[in-house]
């Protein structure tokens, strides 16, 4: 099965609806229909990064199963690379973040039109102080947010992994599980149990809906089916071994077609009658012949 299977075999066991998941991937589409711009309202994004960096340590993840044989990755602290915590420079519209946490909690002001608050969460110098502005926007609907934050939170973690080579390379790291923020406290984000907690490998048993990990989840599938993880850059001792066997390839067919093609080429060329060719009857070239036509 596949992780997207997976997924969704985690999902029935919680009762999370399978729309929302269909409705992140439809997004992720949808913002790669240029392959640059969001058609959101979120603003524009500079074109992905392909620079080639080592993958992010998965610090403060735990490997894990569950009772029907899934894979899991459990993360949940700052130093590790799917955390919103995790320093993670990105653009968008011009503007730079520190974090993915930032960019969502800034869009989160711009939503309900709280520009000064906004501006505040811009000039945060750390993810906590960003969410902390962004638990003081003024207008805030919860039944609005209940609706938009999924498709933003969705916006800030794609945009995170495409302009941070490094981190992406540690999400593709974990193909074949599925991500699940194990967040103690966190029932919407995570699954409202710390890792260190035995029930964070029974589905059946967390509090939480884990959107995060979902996420992450989709978003990897989408990233390795895609041109993006086509136009990653090679690295150079790969790249070498590839052309030394793309080579040795190349001379191989060269040879079967000379082999079963060249025959009469070959009979007829000097190096034939220089070597082999010592008089019509003899013995050697008869049978050498006979060799070649089988």
């Not at 000064?116 to 960003?130: C, F, M, R, V, Y």
């Not at 790249?239 to 070959?266: A, H, T």
């Not at 060329?269 to 060719?277: A, E, I, K």
Request: proline share 5%; charged share 25%.
């Amino acid at each position: 099965m596949s992780a997207l299977d997976n997924l969704a075999l985690i999902d029935r066991t919680i009762g999370y609806p399978k729309e929302r998941t269909a409705a992140i991937t439809n997004l992720l589409h949808e913002l790669d229909k240029d392959g640059v711009s969001l058609k959101d309202g979120y603003g524009s994004a500079p074109k992905p990064s392909f620079v080639a960096e080592k993958a992010a340590p998965l610090d403060g993840s735990t490997s894990a199963k569950t009772p029907f044989g899934v894979d899991l990755i459990l993360f949940y602290t700052t130093e590790c690379p799917f955390s919103n915590y995790h320093h993670a420079p990105m653009t968008v519209d011009g503007k730079d973040f520190l974090s993915s946490e930032q960019f969502f909690m800034w869009v989160k002001a711009k939503t309900f039109k709280d520009e000064e608050t906004a501006e505040d969460i811009l000039s945060a110098g750390s993810p906590a102080e960003a969410r902390k502005l962004g638990r003081m926007v003024r207008n805030f609907k919860d039944e609005v947010w209940k609706e938009t934050s999924l498709r933003i939170m969705t916006v800030a973690c794609y945009r995170k992994f495409q302009q941070n080579p490094g981190l992406r390379s540690a999400l593709f790291s974990t193909a074949g599980a599925v991500l699940v923020e194990a967040a103690p406290r966190d029932r919407i984000w995570g699954i409202g149990i710390g890792a260190s907690n035995v029930n964070a490998k029974d589905p059946a048993r967390w509090r939480g809906s884990n959107n995060l990990g979902r996420i992450l989840t989709v978003i990897r599938e989408h990233m390795v089916s895609s041109k993006v993880y086509a136009m990653l850059p090679i690295p150079l001792e790969f790249s070498i071994v590839f052309f030394l066997e793309l080579l040795g390839c190349s001379l191989y067919l060269v040879f079967l077609y000379l082999l079963y093609n060249g025959k009469e080429v070959f009979l007829h060329s000097p190096f034939f009658h220089l070597f082999y060719s010592t008089g019509e009857h003899n013995k050697r070239d008869f049978k050498f012949r006979l060799l070649l036509q089988e």
